[in-house]
């Protein structure tokens, strides 16, 4: 088995690809978190938790645009954060922790953190967990600082449009996976327990993550997490950024 992953931003340019099939436009939901980051934060060193971060996908954009910026990434999945620890060496910190487990912050080795940022993971946990959760991200915040969620969150006035917007963009990446041009997730997988350093995490994150554990995505409009950002305390909740029938929600604690 080898020591160590070989050629981790390789394996980071190949996540990003199969996920960019998905969400085309990924990149800029990014970019809306991290200029709100940089509206409310000041100096050049923000601390941020890249929260459910797999590959640290969101730690790596920050560091880009905040050099000195200060990155916990904390996620569940062996094979992602291999992937992130890699990636990051000593630029920031890796937490392994369950976000279905209410004690996940005491897995932090601080908070005061001036952003907590996430993107499409929250919908695996259910309505009941969500809502709680969103209170406990709220106290590791520093007063001032944000949360910003972006994931599936269709506009609830628009059911019609935002059901024709799920097709196009799922005849769109069906017709990359079938040209080629994008690896679909499954295949992304399958490529990842191949690998000498990433197998025996597959492994584990087999018995982590059965077949069964996940269930239905659940994915209400962007309105029902504004409501629960208010009701979880934050002093102010609403849309930061829409893309069809994604969108990102931001908290202000």
Known sequence: MSAYLSNPQIWQESWDRQ??????????????????????????APRVLDLAGGTGTISLRTLARFPQAQVTVLDQDPVLMA?????????????????????WRAKLSSDGFDA????????????????TLYGEIREVLRPGGIFVNADHMPEDSLPSLSERLRDHARAER???????AATGWGEWWEKAAADEFLAPRAV?????YPKTRHGQEWNPPALWHVDALRVAGYTEAGV???????????GLR
């Open 83 to 103: 992937i992130a620890t890699a990636s990051l060496r000593d630029r920031g910190e890796v937490v392994d922790a369950d976000l279905g487990d209410p004690g």
């Open 19 to 44: 996920q960019q099939a998905f969400l085309p436009d990924r990149e800029e939901r990014f970019a809306a978190m991290l200029s709100a980051v940089a509206a409310t934060t000041d100096g050049p």
């Open 204 to 208: 584990e994150r087999e018995q982590i």
């Open 240 to 250: 930061l950024w829409r893309g069809g029938t994604d969108a990102a929600v931001v």
């Open 116 to 131: 907590v940022l996430t993107a499409t993971a929250l919908h695996w946990l259910p309505a009941e967990r969500v809502a």
């Open 174 to 180: 069906e017709a990359r996976y079938a040209a080629g």
